[in-house]
């Protein structure tokens, strides 16, 4: 006698799938009910309009205002004005030298991905990258026209500034950190008074005393231009804070990864840079994220000292008497730029923080 | 290396004395710059000019200000501004940013993910961005003074700002004061009854209930006691603008409004991680002890989490100070606006100017760390 | 290693200079003139959509590098708000500021910097929307104005209300553009400026015929380049340039006619400002020819002014003060002898 085996019943219909899913999450009390309605109608007041203006009344062909004749967004104006929004006032026959610089950053960025470890010509691209960069985009030299970086603008000098910025705050953060660590009394309070001074006042006074007073410090005729003030002065400002992270990396490296340093007869500066630092930075990395994107949205402060950042060229080009009102298009398309840059950092950082997760357990 | 170099207390004290050296040698060489070419140039010096006329109008002043007041009284007008701005500011980003922190946390999964995307969404939009938003984008499209939106022949909102009634006490309205004093009083007594009764009995007390009702019946009963001192100029439109009642310049309600949907998506997210560090465990505990869900909360999880979250939220707090400054985009007149903009324009005085302007700002700061260290003091979990 | 090259590329683009001493050497062995202009003013200074920039401050930058380089395209122009207009001049950071700032005993006195001739007199006045109905600056009592921070309009607005005995609402904003959008947007009934300032704001506006300028002019606002001070030849050499685009028109010297001029004329005046007889040039440490340069390549006053902010231009404006001193206006040039 065979018996055949029953056929499996279907799992049932209200306590898995989609239908259980809804009811558990949604509606599972006369609160969560409620709720849920409250969350409808929030969606409701805001999708529709939005897609509306976006997307269903909004007009993409043209090349003028007067192409915009819809009551929605005019993205023509974001079309027209788009290498504005990129490269400022950067020459028109020139931008293929941002384009290269960015398309080589995106290709040092692939190959450093690529090739693992601390390969000599990997740093030696790294090292020769800002060099190259920079006579790249400000030329006077191997026949290229010079570009003067009054004419930077857009998200060319955001991310200029940008990377500048987290590229030098880096190492400044560092020394702050270690002066802050140090058991040298005079060393210690000097950088615990630049840090925190520094996180006592606001960016904007930085970036004024940077742009206004800085140049009576120098002796008469070093003169930096306004870009090079306001690196110095952004640099400064979060080097104070990448100290602070760095400084709560320290704190969580347990005491007896100093103790075993010492007792294997390392000095202060190989203790610091082959055994605590490296595990410091490791834990800190996320928060180093988090301060590295709040300077990606500082950047745009530039604009209140007069550079023409990517929130600038907006100000800028809505002021066109030809594109006059386009004010809100612009917004959203700078704050969609800035949004996908921060959130893409934001994710990346929370990835690390579980793969750092995992290791440590 | 000689062998006294070896000793690493002899080299710490080189260091310092390098370090010290090389500090000193900057400072003097940035002040012997700085007075050779404030002399050279003939640029004037020294902090007369806070005595000198400023000459200048400002748009909005807590205090009586006229173009014939001094820079001194810019800076108080100023000052004052950035902290009325701030206050604000902290009172909507901590109610928003606990609104949504809670959301965030809620089981059910729609308002779960609300929250989530208007976390990441205006966190991830630089403030400033947010402040231009508001100004040239929502509040310049408002109708004009005499189209204005008319709520109740009370409120008027037009693009010259938010224009509400303004109440003036009238004598008698110390009463208000006094019954509202007398309720607070009321209640500190009655919670501390109603403890000693269920320590002893076990029974509990509606305070909550009953401190609500006092709050509101007494003040009520003085404000008809007193006669009704109260009164509400409202706003009338006079000329080119509305007059009497309280104005809320579009300046500052754009100030306020991005600064606070910024900030508290950060609170949001440090009630949220606080309430999540709260071990489950300890969830678990007190249901175990048969406490409601409500009482978990308020007795178990919320104490343990505020601790957590508290010192963070004051950071924020302490940036959204900071972040006020941004109103030099805008022109709302507060410390930066005014002081280390127009008083610096108008006489040049750049260095005097900003180093008294980050003195106050690193003022404000100290005092705010001072409040966070005395509560970091008193939260400190006391081991017996 | 990495943060050294960084540091280096960042002192690469601080140009080192000798400032006080001689500007001039300065600009010749540089090969550019840094001109701080206005970040945006329609007529006066403004980029176009090219970046190229334009207007009569402008064109006075062009004429000056024309006279100390021969090329008036050589220069770099440093774009500034009122706010750091004259730290930019004091530190170095630009060569000469051309950018309608007025001319006045606190500035020259106590910033550390020398006002050149005035390239263009102006006045102070009030736009408002026709349809408001205001025909007097008399009737703006209670009025709210839109006005730019750190200008001496701003403190002439102060006076003139106070001493009408009229209430007014100030919102001040940091540059001219923002002045503009609240104006427009209805933020302020009224807008404050210099004139010419008031003409050129109106033509950024969507519908320039319903805004109109009211009659009365409550200050003098004479705006003029500016130099630092201590360099007497640099600043010879500012002046002279205005002086010479001045004679220039008075002589009927423009574009069009320099060479034949020069060939030709039998003015004595003429003769000098062109180098044809005279040290004139040489005696600021000029190559030859220095003023006929200029006059070639940007023309005379009159043909910067008309080019600029004249009755073609969307600005409109009539030679009204800015005619010369035989045509009715206070526009004089001091004798080329």
Redesign the interface.
């Given at each position: 006698m065979v018996y055949p085996p029953k056929v499996a019943k279907e799992p049932p219909l209200l306590e898995r799938g989609p239908i259980a899913w809804v009811r558990r999450n949604l509606l599972s009390s006369p609160y969560n009910i409620a709720f849920t309605i409250l969350g409808l109608a929030i969606l409701y007041m805001i999708i529709p309009p939005f897609v509306k203006w976006a997307i269903i009344d909004a007009n993409f062909v043209g090349h003028s205002k007067a192409d915009c004749t819809g009551n929605g967004a005019c993205w023509v104006f974001v079309k027209e004005k788009l290498n504005m929004f990129f490269f400022g006032f950067y020459p028109h026959d020139q931008i293929w030298r941002p384009e290269l610089v960015i398309a080589s950053a995106a290709a040092l960025g692939a190959f450093a991905k690529f090739v693992r470890g601390l390969h000599p010509f990997k740093l030696l691209l790294i090292v020769l990258f800002p060099i190259y960069a920079f006579v790249l985009l400000h030329g006077g030299s191997f026949g290229l026209p010079m570009v003067e970086t009054s004419k930077w603008g857009g998200l060319l000098l955001t991310l200029v500034i940008a990377s500048v910025g987290i590229v030098l705050s880096f190492p400044i953060g560092i020394i702050l950190a270690l002066g802050r660590q140090s058991k040298l009394p005079i060393i210690k309070s000097l950088s615990v008074f630049y840090i925190e001074f520094v996180r006592g006042v606001p960016l904007i006074t930085v970036l004024f005393m940077a742009s206004v007073v800085l140049p009576l410090f120098f002796p008469e005729g070093v003169n930096f231009d306004k870009l090079a003030r306001a690196l110095i002065g952004i640099t400064l400002f979060e080097a104070a804070y990448v100290a602070e992270n760095i400084r709560s990396g320290f704190q969580a490296i347990p005491k007896g990864q100093y103790e075993a340093a010492d007792a294997l007869g390392l000095s202060y500066w190989q203790k610091m840079a082959l055994v605590i630092l490296p595990q410091a930075i490791k834990v800190t990395i996320p928060n180093l994220v988090g301060t590295f994107i709040s300077l990606f949205k500082d950047t745009s402060l530039v604009m209140i000292i007069g550079l023409f950042d990517l929130l600038a060229m907006v100000t800028v080009t809505a002021n066109d008497r030809d594109w006059l009102g386009m004010d809100t298009e612009g917004y959203v398309f700078v704050a969609f730029v800035f949004w996908v840059f921060t959130f893409s950092m934001s994710l990346y950082s929370k990835r690390l923080e579980k793969k750092l997760d995992t290791n440590n357990k | 290396m000689p062998a006294f170099l070896r000793n690493e207390k002899v080299r710490?004290i080189l260091?310092?004395i390098i370090?010290?050296a090389l500090?000193i040698a900057f400072l003097f060489f940035?002040a012997q710059?700085?007075a050779?070419?404030?002399e050279?140039?003939?640029?004037?010096t020294g902090f007369d000019f806070l005595h000198a006329t400023a000459?200048?109008?400002?748009?909005e002043s807590p205090i009586p200000y006229t173009?014939?007041d001094t820079h001194l009284k810019v800076f108080e007008v100023g000052l004052l501004n950035t902290l009325i701005v701030s206050f604000w500011g902290i009172v909507f980003s901590s109610l928003l940013g606990l609104l949504i922190g809670v959301w965030r946390l809620?089981?059910?999964?729609?308002?779960n993910r609300?929250a989530a995307a208007y976390i990441?969404?205006f966190?991830?939009?630089?403030?400033?961005?947010q402040i231009?938003?508001w100004y040239?984008?929502v509040l310049?499209?408002l109708p004009?003074?005499r189209q204005s939106i008319n709520l109740f022949d009370t409120v008027f909102i037009n693009?010259?700002g938010f224009f509400m009634p303004e109440f003036v006490f009238g004598p008698g309205a110390w009463m208000i004061g006094a019954a509202l004093f007398l309720a607070v009083v009321a209640i500190y007594l009655i919670s501390r009854w109603a403890k000693k009764r269920q320590e002893k009995t076990g029974e509990q007390f509606p305070v909550f209930l009953t401190g609500l009702i006092l709050l509101i019946l007494l003040p009520l009963l003085a404000y008809f006691l007193a006669g009704r001192p109260i009164t509400a100029v409202m706003p009338e439109l006079?000329?080119?603008?509305f007059?009497g009642g309280k104005t809320y310049t579009?300046?500052f309600l754009a100030l306020l409004f991005a600064l606070s949907i910024y900030t508290a998506t950060f609170i949001a997210e440090a009630i949220r991680s606080g309430i999540e560090a709260v071990p489950k465990g300890q969830k678990e505990a007190a249901t175990s002890l048969g406490l409601s869900p409500l009482q978990q909360l308020r007795l178990v999880v919320l104490p343990q989490a505020v601790r957590i979250a508290i010192p963070s939220i004051i950071n924020q707090y302490l940036n959204l100070i900071?972040?006020s400054?941004?109103a030099?985009?805008?022109?709302y007149?507060e410390l930066?606006?005014?002081f280390?903009?127009?008083s610096?324009?108008?006489t040049?005085q750049?260095?005097e100017i900003?180093l008294i302007?980050?003195l106050t700002?690193?003022m404000?700061?100290?005092i705010v760390s001072l409040i966070l260290n005395w509560f970091n003091a008193k939260m400190k979990i006391k081991e017996r | 290693m990495k943060r050294l090259l960084k540091l280096s590329a960042v002192t690469a683009l601080a140009t080192a200079t000798l400032a006080m001493a001689g500007t001039l050497e300065d600009v010749q062995k540089a090969g550019v003139l840094k001109c701080g202009v206005n970040t945006g003013l329609p007529g006066f200074s403004e980029a176009d959509s090219k970046g190229q920039w334009r207007g009569l401050d402008v064109d006075y930058c062009r004429a000056l590098a024309a006279v100390v380089l021969g090329d008036a395209t050589k220069v770099k122009y440093v774009p500034l708000n009122a706010k750091e207009r004259f730290t930019a001049l004091q530190s170095g950071e630009i060569d000469v500021l051309s950018r309608n700032t007025t001319n006045t005993e606190t500035r020259d006195t106590s910033l550390g910097i020398n006002f050149t001739g005035v390239m263009y007199y102006d006045g102070q006045g009030f736009m408002v929307p026709r349809a408001l109905g205001v025909k007097s600056a008399k009737e703006l009592d209670g009025a709210t104005v839109c006005i730019q921070a750190g200008t001496t309009t701003e403190l002439n607005l102060a006076d003139y209300f106070r001493s009408n005995n009229m209430k007014f609402k100030a919102i001040t904003f940091d540059t001219n553009d923002q002045v503009t959008k609240a104006f427009a947007s209805g933020r302020c009934d009224v807008l404050t400026t210099d004139a010419s300032g008031l003409y050129a704001t109106r033509t950024k506006l969507k519908d320039p015929d319903k805004y109109v300028v009211l009659p009365e002019i409550i200050s003098k606002e004479p705006l003029a380049p500016a130099v630092r001070q201590g360099d007497d030849q640099w600043f010879d050499i500012a002046k002279w340039t205005r002086n010479a685009l001045l004679t220039a028109e008075e002589k009927g010297v423009a574009m069009a006619n320099v060479d034949e001029a020069a060939a030709k004329s039998t003015d004595p005046e003429v003769r000098r400002l062109l180098s044809v007889e005279g040290k004139m040039c040489e005696n600021l440490k000029l190559p030859k020819g220095c003023f006929a340069n200029a006059i070639k390549q940007v023309g005379n006053y009159g043909e910067i002014f008309e080019r600029n902010v004249g009755v073609k231009t969307p600005l409109k404006i009539e030679r009204g003060l800015n005619a010369l001193w035989n045509k009715g206006g206070i526009q004089y040039s001091p004798p080329f002898r």
């Open positions: - | 710490g260091y310092q370090t010290i500090f940035v710059n700085t050779h070419n404030i050279q140039r003939g640029i004037k000459g200048f109008d400002i748009t173009p014939m809620s089981p059910n999964w729609l308002i609300i990441e969404t966190r991830n939009i630089p403030v400033l961005l231009l938003f040239n984008v310049a499209t004009s003074t693009n010259r006079h000329g080119f603008n007059r579009p300046e900071k972040n400054s941004l030099a985009a805008i022109g007149p930066v606006t005014i280390a903009g127009t610096l324009n108008q040049g750049a260095l900003l302007t980050m700002y690193l404000i700061s100290l | -």
